[in-house]
C-alpha cells in the first residue's frame, strides 16, 4: 500500500497550529500552495485568478504578527480560495460572467475581511458556472474546471472550482455558496466537505447575488473540523445585510467530539429511490455506522420535499432576473454600444450573458409577468412552504437527517451539458434546504467506481452543532480514500 | 355648444401622486447623504450604484417620517413589506426601484382642505428615488441628444409617495389640496416642502364624466408637472382634451401623457401596451416591517398641530363677527407664518391688521418672515394701528425689519418715518392754524372740504412726517 498522499497536506486547523506556534512560517504555507497551483491548475482550471502576490504579502504581515507575539488568528497562515462571487477590493470579480469581466470592486464582501481578520490567506477566485447557476461548472465563461478524481469529468458546481481545488490540495479551504446545493453536489463530487449554513447565519453582503432569499456562503473543506472552525471565522452578525442573524457566536469545532449518543437521525427514504445504487448504499452504510455509534436511526418520509425542485426553479430564476437586471452596460462592465440605450442594454446582454443565465433571466420574468405570477410564483411560494412544514414535521421526531447528496457520483463533461432536466436533477436533494433556510452538510463517505459520493447531514435552523456532530461521526465511518486531498488523475482507476 | 354649457355637462375628476423627498441626514438605504445641490455622483456608495453584491439596509428616521406623515393624514399604520419593481432605466441603478406595493405602511387617510373639502388617501408608501439623468448635445431633448449624462447622488433618496383618492374636481382643487398637502409635510417635519427643487413631485389621473355618472371615464396619467401652475393648466388641458374626444363620438386612450410647460400642452409618453410590467415581488433582501404600536403611538403624540388646526386657532383669535379672511388665513399657515401672528395677537397687536401684514407682506420672504422675532412684529401692527405709521409706511419698515431684523422703532426712525411726538403734532397744527385763521373757520363751520388744505399745511409744516390719519383725527378732535 502506497503512503497516505493526504500526510504532505495538513488540515486548516493543523496548518494554523504549526503558524501560530512559529513552527511554520505562513510564507512558507503559501508558497508551497502557489507551488501545487502552478503544477496542476493548467490541467485542472480551478482559479481565474490566482492571487499570488496579494498571498505573499499578505502571509508575511501574519508571520509578523506571529513574530510581534500578537494572535494572527484562528485561521493563521491557511491558504484559501474564494469563489469568483464574493468581491474583493481592487481585485478583479467576475461571477464567472462575461458581462463582469475587468470589473474591479471597490469594497470587499464581509466573509471577506471576516476571513482576514481570522489570520487566512486568499490564494485565489475560482471558477464557478455564471452567477452560481449550474451544477457542473461548464456554464463558466472562463472555461470548465476538472474533477481531480477523473479530468474527464466534472467537479459539479456551481462552486466546482473551490471544491477542486480543495479536492487536488491547491487550497487548504475554500468558500462557497450555496442556492440550491452550490457548494455541497460538488463538494460530494470531488470528495470534499461542504456546508451550507443556516440562511442569515454569513453575511452575503459582497457575495454577488444569485437568488437572494437562497444564497448562503459556506465552508468548503477536508475534513468536518476544518469547516466547522472556518464557519466559526466567518458566521459574524452584519449590519450591512438585513437578513444576517444576530446570534452569539458558536464554538461547533469543539463540539465534534462529544458524539452522538441517542441523537435521532431519519433517513430521507424519498430520496433513496432516486439515487444511483453507490449513492443508496453509501448512506444505508453511514446510517448503520451512525447506529452503532448510539444514535437511533429510522427511515422517514417526507414526501413535501420532493416538491422542492420545481418550486426552485420558478423562485431562483425569478429573483435572479431581478438581480441580473443592474448588468445594462450603463455602470460598470461590459458595454456594447448601440444607437440609444435601450439597444445598447439589449446588445450588452445579449453578448454579455451565456445561455443558462439567459434561459433562467427568461423564465424568472416568465414566471413574475402580469397574468403569470400567481399560477407560478405565487404557487412556488406556497410549495416553499410546504417543504418547510415537511420538515418542521420531521424534526419534531429527529434531530438531524441523513441522505445522499446528490443521485449519482461525478459526471462526464458535456453528458448534461445540453439537456437542463437532467443538469437541474443534480439538486434534488440539496434544494429543499435551501428553501427552508436550514443548514446542511455534504462529508465523503465511500468511492462508488472509483469517484466518491456524499452523505447530507440535514438539520434545522441553527442545528449546525448537532449537524457537525454526526457529520464527524459520518466523517469517522468514512472510507479514508474517499476524501481529498490527492493528487489529479486522469481516469478512473475502478 | 359654448365653454358654460360644456362645463356644465362635463366634470373633471382628478387623483393625484404626490413624491415627497423625506428630510433625513442619509439615503433610505445606505449611509450616502442625502443632499441636494452636490457636485455630481459624489453622495454616492455600492449600495446606492447597486454594485454587484451589494444589499440594502433601511434607514430608521425615514421610517419614522413615513408615520409622521401617515400619522397626520389619519392613515392606518400598518405592518409592510418592501417590493422591488422592475423596470430598465439608466438613472435606476438595479434597474429595479424598491419599494412597497400591496403592504403599503400607511394605509387610507384624508386631507381636509381649507374650504372645507375633503380630498380622500388611498395610501403613503416608502420608496426609493432615482438618479437624474441630462441629455447633451443636439437640442438636449431624449431623442436628438449626443449622449446622456447620469447623476446618482438622488439615487436611493428616501420618498414618500401620497395617492389620493379620485376627489379632486377641478384645477383649482387639485392646487389647493397640493399646497395643504404640502403644509402638512412641511409641519411633520418629513420635508422642506420645495416643488422647484423637485423635493416634492406630483403625476395627475386626468378623466373626465358627464356630471352625474356614477362610474368614472378612462383616465390619463400626466407627468412631469413641477409647479402648481403646470399642475392647474395640464388639468385644464386634459379636460379640454379629452372632452373634445368624447364630443367628437371619440373615446380616450388610457396612457401615460408628458406635460410641456412650454407649449402648454399634454403628448403621449407611453401606451397602454406600452406601459411597464413592473413584475413586483417582495424584496429579499429586507425583513418585513412591523413598528410596534408604542412606537407609532410616540410619533402620533410627539406631532405638531397639523394645518387645519392652525388655520382653527387662528380664527379663534380673531374672534370678530366680521366674516373670516379663509385666503390669508391659508396662506399664513402654509408658509409657517401663523405662529408669529398668534404671538402678536397674544401680545396684545390688532388681530387682523397683524393677519393681514402676515399674509400679505410678510408672506413674501416666509423663510425670512419666519425668523422675525414676535415684539418686533408685535410693535410694527401697533405702531400702524395707532396712525403713528402709515400703511405705506409701515410696509417698507416691514421690508426692512425682514433684511435686518431691526426693530421698527430703529427702521422708521432712520427712514425718518418717526411718528412725530404728539406735543410736536400738537404744535405744527396750532401754528397751521394761526397761520390760516380763515381756513380754520370755514372748517369749524361744517366745510369739509378745506380740511384737506390744511392736513397738506400740516404735512408741510412737519416735512411729511406727519401720519396723515393722526393728522386727520387731531383736526377733526379740536373742531368746536
Avoid at chain 2, 7 to 30: N, Q, R
Wanted: proline share 6%; with cysteine.
Amino acid at each position: 500500500m502506497s503512503p497516505d498522499p493526504r500526510s504532505e497536506f495538513p488540515s486548516a486547523v493543523e496548518t494554523a497550529s504549526l503558524v501560530r506556534s512559529g513552527e511554520r512560517s505562513a510564507r512558507a504555507v503559501i508558497e508551497s500552495t502557489l507551488e501545487r497551483i502552478a503544477r496542476f491548475e493548467a490541467e485542472l482550471h480551478c482559479f481565474n485568478l490566482v492571487t499570488d502576490v496579494d498571498a505573499l504579502s499578505a502571509a508575511d504581515a501574519v508571520d509578523a504578527l506571529v513574530a510581534a507575539g500578537k494572535d494572527p488568528g484562528p485561521l493563521a497562515g491557511v491558504p484559501v480560495a474564494l469563489k469568483d462571487n464574493m468581491c474583493t477590493r481592487s481585485i478583479p470579480t467576475t461571477a464567472g460572467s462575461r458581462i463582469l469581466e475587468g470589473w474591479i470592486p471597490p469594497y470587499d464582501a464581509t466573509v471577506v475581511s471576516a476571513l482576514r481578520a481570522g489570520g487566512a490567506i486568499v490564494v485565489g477566485k475560482t471558477n464557478l458556472d455564471e452567477f452560481a447557476m449550474g451544477s457542473s461548472t461548464e456554464n463558466s465563461a472562463f472555461g470548465t474546471t476538472r474533477n481531480p478524481w477523473d479530468l474527464g469529468r466534472v467537479p459539479g458546481g456551481s462552486s466546482g472550482g473551490s471544491a477542486a481545488a480543495v479536492a487536488a490540495g491547491l487550497a487548504t479551504v475554500a468558500l462557497g455558496s450555496d442556492t440550491g446545493g452550490s457548494i455541497r453536489q460538488p463538494s460530494a463530487l470531488c470528495g470534499v466537505v461542504g456546508v451550507k449554513p443556516t440562511y442569515g447565519l454569513v453575511s452575503r453582503y459582497g457575495l454577488i447575488a444569485f437568488a437572494s432569499s437562497l444564497d448562503q456562503i459556506g465552508p468548503i473543506a477536508t475534513t468536518v473540523a476544518d469547516a466547522a472552525t472556518l464557519l466559526e471565522v466567518i458566521a459574524v452578525h452584519d449590519p450591512a445585510d438585513s437578513t444576517s442573524l444576530n446570534v452569539t457566536r458558536s464554538r461547533w469545532s469543539t463540539d465534534l467530539a462529544e458524539g452522538i449518543e441517542g441523537l435521532r437521525v431519519g433517513v430521507i427514504e424519498d430520496f433513496l429511490a432516486d439515487a444511483a445504487p453507490g449513492c443508496q448504499s453509501g448512506v444505508r452504510a453511514a446510517a448503520e455506522a451512525l447506529a452503532s455509534a448510539g444514535a437511533k436511526v429510522e427511515e422517514v418520509a417526507v414526501p413535501s420535499l420532493m416538491l422542492g425542485l420545481s418550486a426552485y426553479y420558478l423562485i431562483a430564476p425569478a429573483e435572479a432576473s431581478s438581480n441580473l437586471a443592474r448588468y445594462d452596460g450603463v455602470r460598470y462592465g461590459l458595454r456594447v454600444e448601440a444607437p440609444d440605450t435601450a439597444e445598447m442594454n439589449s446588445r450588452t446582454r445579449a453578448a454579455g450573458f451565456g445561455p443558462e443565465v439567459k434561459r433562467r433571466i427568461m423564465l424568472g420574468t416568465y414566471v413574475l409577468s402580469a397574468g403569470y405570477y400567481d399560477a407560478y410564483y405565487a404557487q412556488a411560494q406556497r410549495v416553499r412552504t410546504l417543504v418547510a412544514r415537511g420538515f418542521a414535521e420531521a424534526y419534531e421526531s429527529f434531530d438531524v437527517l441523513l441522505s445522499p447528496t446528490t443521485p449519482s457520483a461525478a459526471f462526464p463533461i458535456g453528458e448534461k451539458s445540453n439537456d437542463p432536466i437532467a443538469m437541474y436533477l443534480s439538486d434534488l436533494f440539496t434544494i429543499p434546504s435551501n428553501l427552508a433556510g436550514h443548514p446542511a452538510v455534504s462529508v465523503p463517505f465511500a468511492l462508488d467506481q472509483g469517484l466518491p459520493i456524499g452523505v447530507q447531514v440535514l438539520a434545522p435552523a441553527l442545528g449546525e452543532s448537532t449537524m457537525f456532530r454526526v457529520a464527524a461521526a459520518v466523517e469517522r465511518a468514512a472510507d479514508p480514500m474517499a476524501r481529498g486531498p490527492i493528487e489529479p488523475r486522469a481516469k478512473t482507476n475502478s | 355648444m359654448n365653454a358654460n354649457s360644456r362645463s356644465e355637462k362635463w366634470e373633471t375628476v382628478v387623483g393625484l401622486e404626490v413624491h415627497a423627498e423625506l428630510l433625513t441626514k442619509t439615503k433610505l438605504f445606505c449611509s450616502s447623504p442625502n443632499a441636494f445641490g452636490s457636485e455630481p455622483n459624489t453622495n454616492v456608495c455600492p449600495v446606492c450604484l447597486g454594485l454587484p453584491g451589494s444589499l440594502p439596509v433601511l434607514n430608521e428616521h425615514a421610517v419614522e417620517l413615513a408615520i409622521r406623515i401617515g400619522t397626520a393624514l389619519g392613515s392606518t399604520i400598518a405592518p409592510s413589506v418592501f417590493h422591488r419593481k422592475n423596470y430598465f432605466y439608466p438613472d435606476m441603478p438595479k434597474d429595479y426601484q424598491i419599494s412597497q406595493y400591496d403592504e403599503p405602511i400607511n394605509v387610507g387617510g384624508r386631507v381636509e382642505l381649507p374650504d372645507g373639502s375633503v380630498v380622500g388617501i388611498v395610501r403613503a408608501h416608502i420608496e426609493e428615488d432615482t438618479g437624474k439623468t441630462s441629455h447633451v448635445g443636439g437640442s438636449g431633448r431624449i431623442h436628438t441628444a449626443d449622449y446622456a449624462l447620469v447623476d446618482y447622488n438622488r439615487a436611493g433618496v428616501p420618498l414618500v409617495e401620497i395617492v389620493s383618492e379620485p376627489d379632486i374636481r377641478s384645477a383649482e382643487q387639485a392646487r389647493s389640496y397640493v399646497n395643504e398637502l404640502r403644509a402638512i409635510l412641511v409641519a411633520t417635519g418629513a420635508s422642506d416642502g420645495r416643488l422647484e427643487e423637485g423635493s416634492i413631485r406630483i403625476d395627475a389621473n386626468v378623466s373626465v364624466r358627464e356630471r352625474g355618472a356614477t362610474s368614472f371615464g378612462t383616465r390619463c396619467e400626466v407627468k412631469n408637472l413641477n409647479s402648481l401652475r403646470s399642475l392647474g393648466r395640464a388639468i385644464e388641458y386634459e379636460t379640454r382634451r379629452q372632452v373634445a374626444i368624447l364630443e367628437s363620438g371619440g373615446s380616450v386612450t388610457q396612457e401615460t401623457r408628458h406635460w410641456d410647460e412650454d407649449a402648454g400642452e399634454t403628448s403621449t409618453l407611453r401606451s397602454k401596451e406600452e406601459a411597464f410590467d413592473y413584475r413586483y415581488f417582495a424584496e429579499p433582501d429586507l425583513v418585513p416591517l412591523a413598528p410596534s404600536s408604542e412606537s407609532v403611538e410616540a410619533i402620533r403624540s410627539d406631532l405638531p398641530l397639523l394645518p387645519s388646526a392652525r388655520r382653527e386657532r387662528l380664527k379663534v383669535l380673531l374672534a370678530t363677527e366680521e366674516p373670516v379672511p379663509t385666503e390669508q388665513l391659508t396662506t399664513v399657515v402654509t408658509l409657517g407664518l401663523d405662529d408669529l401672528v398668534a404671538a402678536s395677537i397674544a401680545l396684545g397687536a390688532d388681530s387682523r391688521l397683524a393677519l393681514a401684514r402676515a399674509a400679505n407682506e410678510a408672506a413674501t420672504q416666509p423663510e425670512l418672515a419666519r425668523m422675525l422675532a414676535p415684539a418686533h412684529f408685535t410693535e410694527l401692527v401697533r405702531l400702524e394701528a395707532s396712525g403713528e405709521l402709515s400703511a405705506t409706511q409701515a410696509k417698507s419698515v416691514l421690508a426692512e425689519m425682514l433684511e435686518t431684523r431691526r426693530s421698527p422703532d430703529e427702521i422708521a426712525r432712520r427712514l425718518g418715518f418717526e411718528a412725530l411726538a404728539p406735543k410736536e403734532l400738537d404744535a405744527a397744527i396750532d401754528s397751521v392754524i394761526a397761520a390760516h385763521p380763515d381756513e380754520w373757520r370755514r372748517f369749524n363751520e361744517g366745510d369739509d372740504k378745506v380740511s384737506q388744505f390744511l392736513l397738506g399745511q400740516v404735512m408741510r409744516e412737519t416735512k411729511g412726517r406727519a401720519n396723515g390719519k393722526a393728522v386727520a383725527a387731531s383736526l377733526a378732535g379740536r373742531r368746536g
